[in-house]
């Protein structure tokens, strides 16, 4: 009986593996198909011949921190997750799990609004500077 549980963690790992870490790397490869493209637009603004206004460089940074921020959340919700299903009655494990789920939930949905305020904040700045 434990060596099945066993297997059912495993495997419920190996599945969340999969989805969350390397299908986004998969895409983002995916996305990168034209490296010539984006190396001379990388190298265009270190030279300053890509014109890229400040508030699109502070939206960007910005996207990656939160981003980065979201894919530790997730990984929260994974762990507690776990430390839940195998709490195997333990109260403490249990209570342990749950505040982990709590946390990164609340954790996520002040990234999403985050997100969300410095889209809107960035898109204006850049409506009203006509760039």
Known sequence: MKNLCFKKINS??????ILF?????SALAASLKDAGGFLSDTGGAVYNTDTTSLPE????????ILGFLGVIFLI???YGGFLWMTAGGNEDQIKKGRKYLTNSIIGLAIVLAAYSLTFFVVTNIIKATGQ
């Open 57 to 64: 460089i502070i939206g960007t940074i910005l996207n990656y």
């Open 76 to 78: 929260l919700t994974i």
């Open 21 to 25: 870490i390397l299908a986004p790397v």
């Open 12 to 17: 419920f790992f190996t599945t969340s593996l």
